[in-house]
């Protein structure tokens, strides 16, 4: 195949240069060189493509028919490639982009919105999904998700850290009261999301110690409503509940407990974040998220 496009090539700048002398510049190859590329694609197709003596040399109605649609074909070549180098230093393009439901709705959206404003070369399709780290299988550009597979083979970048705090319903405190130490956790009913919070919540209580569980789930929407209805304690990011604790619908408990922070990370196939889509809305993401924690923080 190589072989057939280097032929076709030098056929064009031929047709293109009128002597075989100029193309040989023009291809920077010897003049012995151009004129064997062009013996050899004459006598693979079987029909002259020039007449040609010493000092000049025409197109024969085949290689009229051979240097027009070849020409064009090449082309063609040389915008796309112009095109896919262009897209190496401009964002532009589709960005396929997954992440789980909540943070589409609470977060992302309006984050992307304002980023395809800023990027009008730019369409932003978000998906979302249960798991957001398989992308090399969807075709996603980036995964946006929370504290990923530590055996991950996909590259990662750290957007943000998510605060992680204690919170409950008022009525929920004013039947039960608020917990004023560590020790007061072990009375009160407490909602634990998934496995690994059972490892957050034990190291809260302490070494040996196990929280009192009264409701458990995989699903941290779930646990969230649970809290919102008054049946307890529970451990959640401040991107998920900053608009509970802004309206009192929830309210945080022991602020000065310190909590391992959930990491907001971005996950890509190596070697994409060196296209200017991905590198230009990871940065974006980045920057924007942590205005977003320095503005509830103040």
Known sequence: ??????????????????????????????????????????????????RRNSRHLSLTEEGSLLYDKAGRALSAIDDVETDVMRRATEATGLLRVVTTVNAARMRLAPLFREYATLHPDVAIHL????????????????????????????????????PRLLCAAPDYLARRGRPKSVADLALHDNIVVGEAQQDIWRSVVGSGNSPRVTLSTNDGEMARAWALDGAGIVIKSLWEVADDLDTGRLQQLLPELPLPASSIVALYVPGQGEMAKVRSCLDFLARHLKRDWVAKAA
Request: aromatic share 4%.
């Open 127 to 162: 998906e979302t999904a249960e798991q957001a780290t398989n992308i090399v299988e969807t075709g996603h550009d980036i995964a946006i998700c929370f504290d990923p597979p530590p055996d991950s083979m996909l590259t990662m970048k750290r957007l943000t850290d998510n």
């Open 1 to 50: 195949m190589a072989d057939r496009f280097a032929e076709i090539e030098s056929f064009v700048k031929i047709a293109e240069s009128g002597t075989l002398s100029e193309a040989a510049r023009r291809l920077g190859l010897s003049l012995a060189a151009t004129s064997r590329r062009l013996s050899q694609l004459e006598a693979r197709l079987g029909v002259m493509l020039i």
